[in-house]
Nanobody
Framework: QVQLVESGGGLVQPGESLRLSCAAS????????MGWYRQAPGKQRELVAE???????NYADSVKGRFFISRDTPKSTVYLQMNNLKPEDTAVYYC??????????WGQGTQVTVSS
């Protein structure tokens, strides 16, 4: 069993920055990929960014050049640095840890609100 705990959300103005963190506890053997997703009201959950254990990253087009994902594998933690935030980035952000040959796990979600 794996537990994911997120932190770092909040209310910011357009153009400001936030950093989200997601720390895992439990058995992370066979961890393969760590990612961040988001879900805005009335919309489907979408991939924001992901990073493999090998360090390969993938970003949604809407956040390229503004958001940066990083990982601290010994600490079983993944981060999402979000710069130049826009109102359309407002959503609940969820981290996800994917494992080889077994299920993935989700964090509880953290609210990010970008508003003037």
């Amino acid at each position: 069993q794996v537990q994911l705990v997120e932190s770092g959300g909040g209310l910011v103005q357009p153009g400001e920055s936030l950093r989200l963190s997601c720390a895992a506890s439990g058995n992370i053997f066979r961890l393969n990929v760590m990612g961040w997703y988001r879900q805005a009201p009335g919309k489907q959950r979408e991939l924001v960014a992901e990073v493999t254990i090998g360090g390969r990253t993938n970003y949604a087009d809407s956040v390229k050049g503004r958001f940066f994902i990083s990982r601290d594998t010994p600490k079983s933690t993944v981060y999402l640095q979000m710069n130049n935030l826009k109102p359309e980035d407002t959503a609940v952000y969820y981290c996800n840890f994917g494992f080889i040959a077994t299920q993935s796990y989700w964090g509880q979600g953290t609210q990010v609100t970008v508003s003037s």
